[in-house]
């Protein structure tokens, strides 16, 4: 069964730093990239960025380029995601995904990890 588990998540204080993972496993289907998002209260769900698991390619949304870089390893089947330079307005429930295309034609959900930017 395809499974993908967040971690890294936790409070940090505006300026901070935090790390995520995201674990894949069991996949069947092909997938070709892992993406990840976040959803805020009251907001509807962002795709921040994806990598590509052929090339390591990736892409980021205009509000999160500079701060976040994804990166991969392919022997442990985990995507991360290095932010930066945290923003009260980056506080959301982060997930993350694999697709047949960056952000598109998800075939899997994360259960998602709360990041709260606060002082």
């Known amino acids: 069964q395809a499974q993908l588990v967040e971690s890294g998540g936790g409070l940090v204080q505006p300026g901070g730093s935090l790390r995520l993972s995201c674990a894949a496993s069991g996949f069947t289907s092909d997938y070709y990239f892992i993406g990840w998002y976040r959803q805020a209260p009251g907001k509807e769900r962002e795709a921040m960025s994806c990598?590509?698991?052929?090339?390591?390619?990736?892409e980021y949304a205009d509000s999160v380029k500079g701060r976040f870089t994804i990166s991969r390893d392919n022997a442990k089947n985990t995507v991360y995601l290095q932010m930066n330079n945290l923003k009260p307005e980056d506080t959301a429930v982060y997930y993350c995904a694999a697709s047949v295309f960056c952000t598109e034609h998800v075939l899997s959900w994360g259960q998602g990890t709360q990041v709260t930017v606060s002082s």
């Open positions: 990598i590509s698991k052929i090339d390591g390619s990736a």
